[in-house]
């Protein structure tokens, strides 16, 4: 991989590191004890990851009746934290795919554990594909698989179909993306292990690797076809998950817009959720030198360029409703906007459109706790959407007597507290197992090491921390 | 292994059983080279050698496994001895009749291998006509009803019979030793065999007296009616006012009088069809089904209600040249315009009252003598038995009984402690009088109260004629032979009086003398009816109207902005006999779409006054109505077009011991009721007060917004001057613009289509004869074994019905002004709109299935797999017409849901042909694809193709108006295809039809027969905005 980084770059690792340095900080937090911080956050994960348990088991036991849905509305949180859930995956992609083949090297400090986000984002959507299912226990039906039924097949006409596909291929490839690109690391770990197990374990999981020139040119390809294959799956996967709307023949579902406008919403929210987790992981584990200010700007830039394309696609959307003169789309927008779901419009609007063009202002996106906050506030916004497009659509479509209303119950709370704490429960036995950072390719884009020995980029992982600093 | 004891034929020669075969019988493979026969051996053990073993082993493993996988059977007893007429899966049908109390209808049984599980209208009888009610329709479950007595109780305690019969005798025998008055109180008895048995009861014990009353008694109006209860025939008339009555819905036989009402709403597009319709006033206070149908309504309060009549009257006779007579001058909306119509349709005009008070019906009567409506559109020579209970008899009875006169009563099917206004004072009264019989099906209100309860049959139970018009005779036959230990009244009547207690013998014996043999008795049963007629000649009653004139002046007020309580009667509910029937408490009310409940209606001017106020789709508030001192907590509702400053609660509810399905569902409003002129008034003028307790409150309602937001695709109508200019007055025509100029929206699309090559079945629904009457509903529910899920599941708005029936009202809003057309009108014009499954040919829920369990049938069936189905709901969201239901629950077999599909009495009523949904997957109309089925199979067993009428659905089967004609549309000859030719160029239209998914089910336009407003003229035909 070219080294080669622009002299007038911001310096991307802070604190005059040296390679052991990186080495010795990121593997502390996989080889020594748990902290107490680690500890507790794990601790309020597992309980959180425990009541939603709880409340999915008896969702399954009982049946989706105990969700606040009805006839009229057969959607409402099970896919709003579907798509949301999916969405926030995209970062992830798109840091390590996208931002990889546009040579963006700030992305190395943050490339992994936005990865590992995407995967658990990826499953805890996943959990809601089945839960909302009525009969969860038939969900293999909706995969293509041979059966006794005769010539039965799925139906290759519905999105759902297509969701299917895209969220498993989306799912596989991520996992095996991020897998690829730990194994250097793994292998790192593995020869500075201590004990029989860990060194069985990570020597099993880092599949041999020596380190060697071939190696890594093998790696680099790897790499870059990987890195090729998922940078379509950024845009494939939320276009599909929007047709799942746009395809229908609802208003406010049928709309053209869908595929670009979610693609945006889902880097949007996605970026928002990475910049979340990683203010919290970089004060968490102390890595302050290597996920810097810098990096947090260039996360919110991209955080508002997003938002405004959400912005305006919202913008667009209400044009089209009037400009089509279609009664029921009209009617759709307007009642978005001041029927009885109007709260959930105007939280939609002010926290995707209006907060995050706070970023403009470069005190305000080099701050740290506005920017965490702000990224808080631009997830329940994304979450926002998901819940205006679905439950404002359906509650009020064609047939005026069907009507309805929807309200949350504990269940349809508590599945979605499932969520997260699956999420973080993941989340956080990655970051005490696995190497949060990618320690080899930040070590590549260490100033001191493209400065003052140009000449020397080919020495890299443990090799060189005699020779530098 | 030990039950595995099915025989199989190993070949044709074991079934012929040839001595060829015999002899070589042992042998499993024939003259196969067994070197030995160890085969018998080899499975008993006895000579199992070692390479044997795994042989024997695997036959014990794979036997065991196979005799495992055989699916648990329960209870399915075959036949000792199979009835000859029984087949399995074979439906049999017995004509019968439905009689509680005055309610009557002729109606066919279906049953299923010996349960009844349908009933459907008689066609053959001239009085119903093939039409049933709601109510009707749900009687076939409080069949299966669990919480019924299950034998004779005496003091609580179940006994038998002989126990009972011996006890009651000697009881009886001796208050009559001592003259002691014995009373049998009853509700209407239409059967003139019953009232035989009655009068040899009376026989043996002289000192009986019969007391007769109806919970909803119309005895004013037999009063000033010279004691009959005349035939009306609206089919005749031009010219229709109702004040108070709700003959549409719930007064006297409404399924009747709409069958009638539709012909004269009828109207054909064809050059030459007819185009013209009666014209419907109706004055009113609250806004009864009836009143939702009429063309002009307005409103009145109680207090009102003698001078309304008073008013018409003198208008009327101001103009026929009749004498007036001075009274208090009221001022209510189109009553002159309504005298003026009455006047110019003379002779073929109609006025009836709800009213229960002598004076106003002796006005009435007065009325239709000027009218020249007695021998044409009344006919009193022909009268009616259905309401023959007198308020007077029964305010007597309650008076003796609290005085202590009485030494025994029997209550025969009748309820008086619930559903009479003087139910408490008998209830204190009964303990006085020392022989209490109740044959009351369970021990209810009264039931409880009385020291022997001999529970009566079901009428699918019983044997039983009615006569429910002079000399139109109905039979009741059994269907199944008794449930529980019950014995017809009758029966232990006979019993009680020392005569042969064999009920089915005696009214044999009284018909076949009557008839003249016995085949001919097996003929009438067959029939379920014998209609000699019997042309009595009636002339007018003569009326005391002077008198009346002077009632009324002194009961009614012209003006009074007092709070004032109406009582009514909901078409769904009705007097709340049937209270414990799930269907029916589920079955939303035609007008408020509540069930489950009844509830305080006002005006919204009223609430706002009482500073209540209801936003759309949300939660109510908690009131409580305090009548002269006795009170009820109830939630309120605003409801549209009510008269301002009064206040409406149903009958029918707040029984406390009907069953788990009724008890303590809602209010009793019985106790309210007040006495005009000695009959019960469903009104109380004296002291009414509402007041919010401060709670919060939910009603279960299946529609929560009111207004259809003038969305013209969805429901179209217009008047019938438009109408008579234009048959296609009202019809909204979505156009699109394309590259080729403006296009309809329906003729685009990127497919042909599908193919129709045999059946296209389709519907078509007419608007303009619809009354909401929801029978249909009901009868869908019994047919298709639709889940109730009860009032808390309503109330989450998840009720399962495939047929539901939209209300919509009418909002003075502008077009433009969305918020505004959330509110109805403070009178609004009311739509009703029938819908279920469109089986659309473009389908949206057919396209985003992911595992195809809902496709498109060669015959334009939208069909629905439940076993295929993984419950995304994905088709129910992308339904337009929202009409699919999801199973949120596993509703049968669930304590939660403890209705008929909980317990294996309630399961009986069971449609066999149609599957039970499991928890998880969705459902909707199948268009009743098992009677296409079958339909097409009979066909088929006789080589021809089905004929049209021969395959009808339930609904359309069950519409008392007929609004729903169902057929195949590629018969040219069917009734739809004919229908269709023609209102394809009129009334008929697809609901939302721009976005192309072109349903199966059309509709026909709703024509108003007012005067068009200037506006409506000008868009006769609307061209309207492109629609993309």
């Not at chain 2, 001239?126 to 329709?137: E, F, N, P, T, Y």
């Amino acid at each position: 991989m070219s080294h080669v980084v622009s002299p007038i770059r911001e310096t991307l690792v802070s604190g005059g590191k040296s390679y052991h340095d990186v080495t010795n900080d990121i593997c502390k937090q996989v080889e020594g004890e748990p902290t107490k911080e680690w500890k507790i956050a794990f601790g309020v994960s597992c309980l959180v990851f425990a009541y939603g348990a709880y409340c999915l088991g008896y969702t399954w036991w009982q049946g989706i009746g105990v969700w606040g849905l009805n006839k009229t509305v057969g959607w409402a949180w099970d896919i709003t934290n579907f798509v949301w859930w999916v969405g926030i995956g995209h970062a992830g992609t798109l840091i390590s795919a996208v931002l990889l083949l546009f040579r963006q090297k700030w992305r190395t400090s943050i490339n992994r554990s936005a990865e590992a986000m995407t995967i658990f984002a990826v499953l805890c959507a996943a959990s809601f594909i089945l839960a909302h299912m009525g009969r969860p226990w038939l969900f293999h039906w909706a995969l293509p698989l041979p059966n006794t039924f005769g010539s039965l097949w799925v139906n290759f006409n519905s999105p759902l179909v297509w969701d299917v596909f895209a969220i498993s291929t989306y799912l596989s490839v991520s996992l095996v993306f991020w897998y690829m690109g730990l194994v250097p690391d793994l292998a790192t770990i593995r020869d500075r292990a201590q004990t029989k197990a860990s060194k069985f374990w990570y020597g099993a999981f880092s599949l041999g690797w020596n380190g060697s020139a071939k190696t890594w040119a093998r790696y680099e390809y790897v790499s870059l076809i990987l890195a090729g294959i998922s940078t379509p799956l950024v845009l494939s996967v939320h276009t599909i998950v929007s047709m799942d709307f746009a395809t229908s023949v609802i208003p406010g579902w049928h709309t053209t817009i869908f595929p670009p406008y979610f693609v945006a919403g889902a880097i949007f929210s996605g970026f928002a959720m990475v910049q979340s987790l990683l203010l919290i992981t970089r004060v968490v584990f102390k890595l302050e030198d290597y996920i810097t200010i810098e990096h947090i700007e260039m996360m919110n830039i991209i955080i508002t360029v997003t938002g405004s394309i959400v912005g305006i696609a919202y913008l667009t959307e209400f044009f089209i409703a009037w400009y089509s003169g279609v009664e029921y789309e009209s009617y759709c927008f307007i009642n978005r906007a001041t029927g009885p779901y109007w709260w959930a419009y105007w939280m939609m609007m002010t926290c995707n459109v209006v907060s995050p063009q706070l970023f403009w202002f470069k005190k305000i996106r080099t701050s740290i706790l506005v920017s965490f906050i702000l990224s808080v506030v631009v997830n329940v916004g994304m979450w926002f959407e998901r819940f205006v497009i679905i439950v404002s659509s359906l509650h009020r479509d064609y047939i005026p007597s069907s009507w309805a209303m929807f309200t949350p119950t504990m269940y349809d709370i508590g599945d979605y507290i499932f969520s997260f704490g699956l999420f973080f429960t993941l989340f956080f036995l990655f970051a005490k197992f696995l190497p949060v950072i990618n320690m080899f390719e930040v070590k590549s884009v260490m100033k001191g090491v493209s400065t003052n020995y140009p000449y020397k980029k080919k020495s890299s992982g443990e090799k060189s921390k005699e020779t530098v600093h | 292994m030990e039950n595995n004891k099915k025989r199989y034929w190993r070949g044709i020669e074991e079934l012929t059983n040839s001595s060829e075969f015999v002899k070589h019988a042992h042998r499993e493979f024939g003259d196969a080279p067994t070197a030995d026969d160890k085969g018998e051996a080899l499975i008993d053990g006895t000579n199992t050698v070692r390479r044997d073993f795994l042989k024997v082993l695997g036959f014990g493993v794979s036997a065991v496994a196979l005799a495992a996988c055989e699916a648990p059977i329960k209870k399915a007893i075959p036949y000792l001895n199979k009835p000859e007429d029984v087949e399995p899966t074979i439906a049999n049908w017995y004509a019968s009749s439905f009689v509680d109390g005055g309610d009557y209808a002729s109606v066919l049984v279906k049953t299923r291998e010996g349960r009844p599980i349908k009933v459907e209208g008689n066609k053959a009888s001239s009085i119903s006509k093939g039409a049933l009610s709601a109510r009707v329709q749900a009687s076939v479950l409080s069949l299966y009803d669990n919480e019924k007595l299950k034998g004779v109780s005496i003091a609580g305690s179940s006994k038998d019979w002989a126990t009972a019969d011996k006890e009651i005798i000697a009881e009886l025998g001796k208050v009559a030793a001592r003259g002691g008055q014995i009373r049998i109180v009853s509700n209407t008895i239409l059967s003139p065999t019953t009232k035989k048995v009655i009068g040899d009861f009376i026989a043996k014990y002289p000192t009986t007296k019969l007391v007769t009353y109806d919970a909803n008694s119309v005895s004013g109006l037999v009063q000033a009616n010279g004691g009959i209860l005349p035939s009306f025939d609206f089919s005749k008339a031009k010219t229709i006012v109702s004040i108070g009555a709700d003959f549409l819905g719930t007064w006297i036989a409404p399924t009747e009088y709409a069958g009638q009402w539709a012909k004269t709403r009828r109207v054909n597009s064809a050059e030459g069809g007819n185009k013209e319709m009666s014209r419907h006033y109706q004055f009113e206070t609250i806004m009864s089904n009836t009143g939702a149908n009429a063309d002009y309504r307005s409103t009145y309060k109680p207090s009102q209600e003698g001078l309304v009549v008073t008013a018409l009257y003198n208008a009327i006779a101001s103009k026929v040249g009749g004498a007036a007579i001075s009274s208090a001058s009221v001022k209510i909306e189109h009553l002159d315009k309504a005298a003026a119509d009455l006047v110019s349709t003379k002779g073929a005009s109609i006025v009836v009252s709800g009213s229960n008070d002598p004076s106003v019906q002796t006005v009435v009567v007065a009325i239709n003598a000027l009218l020249g409506a007695y021998g044409t559109t009344i006919d009193a020579g022909n009268a009616v038995n259905y309401r023959q209970g007198s308020d007077a008899e029964m305010t007597t009875f309650i008076n003796e009984a609290k005085a202590g006169q009485i030494g025994a009563v029997i209550f025969y099917n009748a309820n008086p402690v619930y559903n009479h206004p003087g139910g408490a004072e008998l209830a204190e009264a009964l303990p006085k009088i020392g022989l209490t019989i109740s044959t009351n099906d369970r021990s209810d209100e009264t039931g409880s109260l009385c020291k022997y309860n001999t529970p009566d049959s079901h009428y699918l139970e019983s044997w039983n004629d009615a006569e429910p018009k002079r000399g139109f005779y109905s039979f009741t036959q059994p269907t199944i032979s008794t449930i529980f230990k019950t014995r017809q009244t009758q029966s232990s009547l006979l019993t009680w009086a020392g005569l042969n207690g064999d009920y089915a013998t005696y009214l044999e014996n009284a018909w076949t003398g009557t008839l003249g043999g016995k085949t001919a008795w097996s003929k009438v049963l067959h029939d379920g009816i014998y209609e000699p007629g019997a042309g009595v000649s009636f002339s007018v009653p003569q009326t005391g109207l002077a008198d009346s004139f002077a009632s009324i002046a002194k009961n009614y007020k012209a003006n009074s902005d007092k709070m004032e309580l109406a009582i009514y009667e909901k078409v769904t509910m009705g007097t709340g006999s049937q209270a414990n029937n799930p269907y029916l408490q589920e079955c939303p009310e035609p007008v408020s779409k509540a069930c489950w409940g009844n509830y305080a209606m006002v005006s919204l001017a009223t609430a706002k006054k009482l500073g209540l106020d209801q936003e759309v789709e949300l939660d109510t508030l908690e009131v409580e109505v305090v009548v002269n001192g006795k009170s009820v907590k109830l939630p309120f509702i605003v409801q549209p077009g009510q008269a301002n400053d009064t206040v409406a609660i149903a009958i029918g509810y707040g029984r406390t011991k009907a069953g788990k399905s009724a008890n303590g569902v809602g209010a009793n409003a019985y106790p309210f009721a007040s006495v005009i002129n000695g009959n019960i008034a469903f009104s109380n003028t004296g002291d009414v007060q509402v007041k919010a307790t401060g709670e919060t409150a939910k009603i279960a309602r299946t529609q929560t917004h009111n207004t259809v937001m003038a969305r013209e695709s969805v429901v179209q109508e217009t008047v019938l001057s438009a109408y008579k200019k234009n048959v296609e007055a009202g019809r909204f025509k979505p156009t699109v613009s394309t590259a080729e100029g403006k296009k309809t929206a329906t003729d685009l699309s990127l497919w042909n289509g599908h193919k129709y090559n045999n059946h296209a079945w389709g519907m078509v629904i007419d608007l303009n004869t619809c009354t909401g009457c929801a029978a249909c509903v009901v009868s869908c529910n019994a047919e298709n074994n639709i889940a109730v899920v009860g009032r808390q599941e309503v109330i989450n708005r998840r009720e399962m019905h495939w047929m539901r029936i939209d209300r919509y009202y009418s909002s003075d809003a502008d077009v433009e002004d969305v918020k505004g057309l959330e509110y109805a009108s403070e009178n609004p014009e009311v739509v009703f709109q029938p819908m279920l499954c469109q089986h659309c040919n473009n389908a949206p829920c057919e396209t985003v299935c992911p595992v195809l369990a809902t496709t498109h049938s060669t015959e334009g069936l939208n069909q629905m797999t439940y076993n295929r189905c993984i419950g995304t709901r994905y088709c129910a969201n992308n339904c337009p017409y929202k009409v699919r239901r999801f199973n949120w629950f596993r509703y049968y077999q669930t304590d939660e849901y403890d209705f008929q599909f909980n317990n294996d009495l309630g399961r009986m009523v069971i449609n066999p042909d149609v599957t039970v949904r499991s928890r998880g997957v969705m459902e909707k109309c199948s268009m009743c694809v098992q009677r296409i089925q079958a339909g097409k199979l009979e066909a088929k067993k006789e080589k021809r193709r089905p004929k049209d009428g021969e395959i009808q659905v339930a609904c359309a089967q069950s519409c008392p108006t007929n609004a729903i004609t169902f057929g195949d549309m590629n018969d040219e000859v069917s009734e739809i295809s004919k229908l269709l030719a023609v209102e394809h160029k009129g009334r008929a239209f697809g609901v939302i039809e721009e976005i192309n998914v072109k349903p199966n089910i059309s509709y026909l336009v709703k024509i108003r027969n007012k005067e068009e407003k200037v506006k409506k003229e000008e868009e006769a035909v609307v061209e309207h905005k492109e629609h993309a």
